[in-house]
T-cell receptor, first 114, second 114 residues
Framework: AQSVTQLGSHVSVSEGALVLLRCNYS??????LFWYVQYPNQGLQLLLK??????LVKGINGFEAEFKKSETSFHLTKPSAHMSDAAEYFC????????????FGAGTRLFVKA | DAGVIQSPRHEVTEMGQEVTLRCKPI?????LFWYRQTMMRGLELLIY????????DSGMPEDRFSAKMPNASFSTLKIQPSEPRDSAVYFC????????????FGAGTRLSVL
């Protein structure tokens, strides 16, 4: 069965600092991996996805993530945080033979300090 | 495209009442998902449909919850009778198989059961 673990329920960075949100996954088949972002009072929206092409994936708003099979990780980074990046971020995995489910992590809330 | 449309955005009801949440997926999408989000339990998949057929309802908490998809453009999630512990934000999402399960979320329905 597939699972996702996000390390750290809250991360706080200063504006302009590096953003690093950690995600480890478990999957018995080559997975599809995603990062979604949720702003207050909104639904989730896709930031980026990995689907077995390039291991370094670029998404919207300057975010990127690197798929490392040996570490079963898919960490999300952004070189320089902006105040508008404050939101909750969800790592997700799908593609298991068990169907079309997507398994979401518990989420990491990102705070950006001025 | 207007995206996934959910109604109502907010629902306040009293314990024991029937609640119906509505969702219009993106036109042409063949998968529809219902999620529940709470602080304690995070984002939980309740049920999902493929081509209007329920595929996996293992996440439905109990018999008080039911979901239908009578056609490709409409789905409902019903709670009868409602209880205070059902208070949560309920999200509907849709996806298209060919897009590698990228899910598009509605804005959610915030349900408060008093």
């Amino acid at each position: 069965a597939q699972s996702v673990t996000q390390l750290g329920s809250h991360v706080s960075v200063s504006e302009g600092a590096l953003v690093l949100l950690r995600c480890n996954y478990s999957s018995s088949v080559p997975p599809y991996l995603f990062w979604y972002v949720q702003y207050p009072n909104q639904g989730l929206q896709l930031l980026l996805k990995y689907t077995s092409a390039a291991t370094l994936v670029k998404g919207i708003n300057g975010f990127e993530a690197e798929f490392k099979k040996s570490e079963t990780s898919f960490h999300l980074t952004k070189p320089s945080a902006h105040m508008s990046d404050a939101a909750e971020y969800f790592c997700a995995v799908s593609g298991d033979t068990g169907g079309f489910k997507t398994i979401f992590g518990a989420g990491t809330r990102l705070f950006v300090k001025a | 495209d207007a995206g996934v449309i959910q109604s109502p955005r907010h629902e306040v009801t009293e314990m024991g009442q029937e609640v119906t949440l509505r969702c219009k997926p993106i036109s042409g999408h063949d998968y529809l998902f219902w999620y529940r989000q709470t602080m304690m339990r995070g984002l939980e998949l309740l049920i999902y449909f493929n081509n209007n057929v329920p595929i996996d309802d293992s996440g439905m908490p109990e018999d008080r919850f039911s979901a239908k998809m009578p056609n490709a453009s409409f789905s409902t999630l019903k709670i009868q009778p409602s209880e205070p512990r059902d208070s949560a934000v309920y999200f509907c999402a849709s996806s298209l198989y060919l897009t590698e399960n990228i899910q598009y979320f509605g804005a959610g329905t915030r349900l408060s059961v008093l």
